[in-house]
């Protein structure tokens, strides 16, 4: 599946390039072609875009780097219009207006959304039993984790 990789950027220490590069790992693991914005970014104005921005300021990479807010976007809707068969989105999708024109046009386009567990929640609670789990965060709070062996880690993960 063709799966267009969204999360959060702006305004997040390295433009959230870690997360994206973990994400973009766990799902071509999963057998699946990725389009991740972070890599083409990556690819037309290099690694140091996102190291020598510690607080993902898109100013200091227009100013510095070229970057484009506006042709990065550009680049990223035409790519889940013409391409995409699903979205997935990294936590902290809900904060970021980027994501939600990204997965407005996803849902209008009728693709599939894929929520991507956040593994940091997952990793604090690896050594927890279910029970204990359930008890700490509530029901709601056990999406995204998946559980083995009476372990927990994030769904969908390779673990």
């Known amino acids: 599946m063709k799966v267009y990789l ?11 390039y870690p997360a994206f590069i973990a ?16 890599e083409k970014d990556v690819e037309k104005h290099g690694a140091e875009m996102f190291t020598s921005n ?41 904060r970021s207006k980027g994501v939600a024109a990204e997965k407005a046009t996803a ?17 604090r609670f690896a050594q927890l039993d279910r029970e204990k789990a359930l008890e700490t965060l509530g029901a709601g709070g056990l999406a995204g984790i998946a559980w083995r062996d009476g372990k927990a880690f994030p769904a969908g993960g390779s673990r």
Do not use: Y
């Not at 766990?26 to 914005?37: D, K, M, N, T």
């Not at 990065?72 to 809900?94: N, Q, S, V």
């Not at 849902?107 to 990793?123: F, H, Q, S, T």
């Open 54 to 94: 510690h607080d993902g300021n898109n100013d200091r990479a227009e100013a510095n780097f070229g970057f484009s807010l506006r042709a990065a976007l550009a680049m990223d809707l035409a790519w889940i219009c013409a391409e995409a068969d699903a979205i997935a989105l990294l936590p902290g999708w809900e």
């Open 6 to 16: 969204a999360g959060p950027m702006r305004g997040i220490p390295q433009f959230n």
């Open 23 to 38: 994400g973009a790992a766990e799902l071509r693991a999963a057998g699946h072609e990725v389009f991740s914005p972070a």
């Open 107 to 123: 849902e209008a386009l009728g693709l599939k959304i894929i929520i991507m567990p956040d593994p940091v929640r997952a990793a």
